[in-house]
């Protein structure tokens, strides 16, 4: 019951995004990243981000928000690969570092991996303890097993502090 309030909550904005612009709709939103606003695909809105792999392996978008110490946060995105990719190779994960006073991440861990299924919005999540974090710290969009020069479509990135 807790769970289906938070997500009603969330969906009505009653919960904050941190992410300004998640859905992309007015540009880049300050994301760190290869690649480039498009409106060939769009899970929410007309607008998504194209991230382009900037090389081969692993390619990953980044982007600086605000975060209180010791909370916990979750992470979700949807990321798009174009139906005609080969199945099985390319995967996704979000990643939470907060920030701590010596300028360093203050939590690690190691993200889940989602298969990326292509001609589908794929939905990506994670959860974190930021830990000791001086009131900032990055989130990450990760894309592994693509080849530089291969785009993803990513949209609707939500980054909130959970509540107990």
Known sequence: RNRMKF????????????????????????????????????AGG???????????GRGEMVLRVP??????????AKIYLDSDYPPGRAT??????????QNVGSNYYIPFKTA???GKWNPVSTTADVGKCQDRGDIYI???GMEKGEKVYVDDVVFVELTE
């Open 142 to 144: 990760i894309v592994e």
């Open 116 to 118: 990326l299924v292509p």
């Open 67 to 76: 975060m209180n110490a010791q909370k916990k946060y979750l992470l979700m």
């Open 46 to 56: 007309k607008q998504s981000f194209a991230f382009t792999m900037p090389r081969s």
């Open 7 to 42: 997500m009603l909550d969330l969906d009505s904005g009653k919960i904050p995004n941190r992410v300004p612009d998640s859905s992309f709709e007015n540009g880049r939103g300050g994301w760190i990243a290869l690649g480039g606003i498009s409106n060939e695909r769009a």
């Open 92 to 101: 996704a994960s979000g990643y939470i570092l907060g920030i701590n006073a």
